[in-house]
C-alpha cells in the first residue's frame, strides 16, 4: 500500500482544513487508517484512526470534538477533517495504513505511512 497525504496549507487560527490521504492497491478497504502528527522537535503523535469499515473512529483528546475523519472505500481514500485550528495544531500530518484493520494509537501497529503534508496554524 502507498499513500499520498495532501490538503496542508496555512490557516489563521479558529479556521478549517480537510486533509486526505489517497491510497494504492486493492486492499485498501481492509486496513484500519490512522492520522499522526509531528510539530518540530517533538516526537510524532497520534491524532486519530478509523476502523477497516468506518464504523468505529477513536480520536486524541487534544483534538476530539475538532477533527473527524472518514474514509470512502470506494476512492481508497481517508480524509481528516480539521475545525477550530490552534497555533498547537501546528505539524506534519502522516496518515498511515494498518492491516489489522482496527482503529489505533500505537505507530507500530502501522504497516505503511504517507510522506506528510504540513499544517501551520497561524495566531
Known amino acids: 500500500v502507498q499513500l499520498q497525504a495532501s490538503g496542508g496549507g496555512l490557516v489563521q487560527a479558529g479556521g478549517s482544513l480537510r486533509l486526505s490521504c489517497a491510497a494504492s492497491?486493492?486492499?485498501?478497504?481492509?486496513?484500519?487508517m490512522g492520522w499522526f502528527r509531528q510539530a518540530p522537535g517533538k516526537e510524532r503523535e497520534f491524532v486519530g484512526s478509523i476502523r477497516w469499515s468506518g464504523t468505529r473512529t477513536y480520536y486524541a483528546d487534544s483534538v476530539k470534538g475538532r477533527y473527524t475523519i472518514s474514509r470512502d472505500n470506494a476512492k481508497n481514500t481517508v480524509y481528516l477533517q480539521m475545525n477550530r485550528l490552534k497555533p498547537e495544531d501546528t505539524a506534519v500530518y502522516y496518515c498511515?495504513?494498518?492491516?489489522?484493520?482496527?482503529?489505533?494509537?500505537?505507530?507500530?501497529?502501522?504497516?505503511?505511512w504517507g510522506q506528510g503534508t504540513q499544517v501551520t496554524v497561524s495566531s
Open positions: 492497491g486493492r486492499t485498501f478497504s481492509r486496513y484500519g
Open positions: 498511515a495504513a494498518a492491516a489489522g484493520g482496527g482503529t489505533y494509537s500505537d505507530t507500530e501497529q502501522y504497516d505503511y
